[in-house]
């Protein structure tokens, strides 16, 4: 692999021009993605980079594809605003990463993951062609929305140099409530319970700890109504989903990172709903695994993928390998799609971004 | 039409539901956008996807253009009938298949009406979040096609966020499924559902789709603040914004839209220059806190009367004037177009003295109705179309708005979509280059370019523009606007 670091879309334009095969990469905070491409030039876009306009008032921030996350994170955060999908691996992950993965963490409970916050993109596709897809401003119907199918693309139809999101107003208090179940379905129907409850959760992750399931809740508010919220959301859950312990837990960044506690050589994401997860979860055997999303996202670490692939087919679901060495970073059902092949027949006919 | 495919389509179809008597067609002549009409080869009114699929894949061999067509609510001539082309009603695919409120799911057919999603989750403590303003009668397949708004978009999005999953049949007729019942929405690859929502039925036809349902608020507060200006209710509007407040909706109404709405629905509005409702919901310790500071707000603004409502009964009334303010304008005016422009919200102000120096120079009135909170504009352009000229002119001021939001950063779309009326202004929003791309994407799905062809891409064969906006129905005094 020979890795080119482009400093201008001109640059990454002719170097799309001038390569037989091209893998788009950020930071590399993703290994496992970055395993198939051994033939492949590698446009590393990480000095694509810098906030190009953040306007607090509109809701709306412009950044360039390689800008940090964290850099991001921290433009918003004087404004008292974030992004709302919480960027998986916020200290080493670029935003385009981001995007191209599709990874958010815990917090995308409460409004919503990339897909929902992602405005628009300026992009360079394989035949080395710059174009804007989508727009600038909170709320667009113009045109194919080509910016949401960036979104998990992996940079096979066109690698993201500038990228818009809509951002919300952030919480300035959060507190974190863990409920214990001794089995899985009890749990389960605690999220049920939320799910239809008139309760606003930030985040709502399920881990199995110490043989019980334990339900990590989080609430987002201000000093003078958070207290009323948490009496309120702790009273209901214990009187509607019995659990067998509850506690209140050091609100603390490790707590809400989804990954922090899972030790294996893979780690994958599986999206999945609430509902498979019960036949899943009985098909793996020593994995670390982490139910965050109130269900709806597995992140589990492996040191047998070969078994995580067959219950993943087994179940219909696909998994996608973060770390490890992998060949293929997609695993278990693959998700193959007449739709997504002729907007790579159009956006990549010579087949040039792996 | 061609004999051949019209045999294939009686094959298919009973006579009751293959239109094709002129008295049959009528009423698929025009959709929201009345200025438009055609008259369509034929109307097929399926009622499985079977027959969806089979008479897709006709109209694919034998290279027979189609639209699909729910409640024909377009407000951009997306459902336009193509000439001599053919209508494919999705009414009677109106089932809600399945809805599982553990996870806050429905599974649904496109012809089902987007607000009986929500009364049939509302026994569960759930709803269905978009809400456009016809939402009582538009489905969630052509809702689906043009990526339906609302006033609640800034906080919820647009229906791209709200559906999770669907089965589509592509133009060339091959079905295929993307997406599914995690709230993850997209599985491993790109968001195939984000790029079919809102392609404006270029690309097919949703069979089946799965949407995301949201927990019922414990408590909305809903305030409606009286202006003696226009511009101090949108300066109102950064207020709030600035003050970290993220309100469900917010909206504003201007003299005309008022007056409109008024004397169509009686919501007992104050008279004023400009209207702000305001919606907070969520929990309710929360949204008692929020809504002490946004009084606040609302009285530095000055506001010079403010109302607040007190039970369900009062929320709806003020809900009723603004939804019901497209179709109030039809008591003022015989004809109007309505614009759908974007702009940065904090360039509302600006934006709207430019509109009311249009509004002088082409000596027609326009009512501004617009969802505040994500800057999106609603400008009804009031014409007369029995006048020689009137609907060349108001199309005209139309394009001028369209130019301005464009200017000024935004859209010419927030939520109607291109479909007939804005397809000349695509070249405003998207270099040659970009159009380009998405006309290859589309010949990649339709290389006939059969489904809802000239739609979106300027030029192309144009359907006939008739001078005068009533639709058919009431032009054939079948309907009436009171």
Known sequence: MTANAPNTVAELQALVRDSERLHARGN????????????????????????????????????????????????????????????????????????????????????????????????????????????????????????????????????????????????????????????????????????QSIFELD???????????QLLTRLGGDDETLPRRVERFMEAMTRETAPSHVAELDDCAALWDPLAALQGDCLVKVPLSPKQVPAFDALLTRDCRRYSVGGNIAWLATDDIASLDAALERCGLSGLCLRGAVELAIIGNPNDNVLADRVKQVLDPQNKLV | MNREFFNALAAIYPADRLLTRDVELLPYESDALTAFSAKPGAVVLPINEAEVIDTVRLCHALAVPFVARGSGTSLSGGSLPIPDGLTIGLNRLNRIKRIDPQQRIAVVEPGVINLHISEAAGPYGLYYAPDPSSQSICTIGGNIAFNSGGAHCLKHGMTSNHVLGMKVVLADGAVTEFGGESSDGIGIGPDLVGLFVGSEGLFGIALEITVRLMPLPELYRTVLAAYDDLGRAGDAVSMVVASGLLPGAMEIMDRLAIKAAEASVKAGYPDAEALLIVELEGEAPQVEAEFARLREIIAESGAFETRVAQDEEERTRIWKGRKGAFSAVGRLSPDYIVQDGVVPRSRLGEALVAIGALKAKYGLDVANVFHAGDGNLHPLILYDGREAGALAKAEALAGEILALCVNLGGSITGEHGIGMEKRDYLPAMFSEEEIDIMQRLRLAIDPKEIANRGKMFPGGDAPALSQHGMHPLERAGVISRE
């Open chain 1, 203 to 213: 985040a709502l992750d399920l881990l199995p700890k110490d043989k019980r399931w």
């Open chain 1, 28 to 195: 590399g905070s993703k290994t496992a993605l970055h395993g198939g491409a051994v033939d492949a030039v590698v446009a590393d876009i990480s000095a694509i980079r810098g906030i190009v306009d953040y306007q607090p008032g509109e809701f709306t921030v412009t950044a360039r594809a390689g800008t940090p996350v964290r850099e991001l994170a921290a433009a918003l955060n004087e404004q008292g605003q974030y992004l709302p999908f919480d960027p998986l691996l916020p200290e080493a992950a670029t935003i385009g990463g981001a995007v191209a993965s599709n990874l958010s963490g815990s917090r995308r409970y409460r409004y919503g993951g990339i897909r929902d916050f992602i405005l628009g993109a300026a992009v360079v596709d394989g035949l080395g062609r710059a174009f804007r897809v989508g727009g600038k401003v909170v709320k667009n119907a113009a045109g194919f929305d080509l910016s949401k199918f960036l979104v998990g693309s992996l940079g096979r139809y066109a690698i993201m140099t500038e990228l818009t999101f809509k951002v919300f107003p952030d919480a300035p208090r959060f507190r974190s409530l863990s409920f214990s179940y001794a089995r899985l379905e009890e749990a389960l129907a605690a999220i049920y319970f939320i799910n």
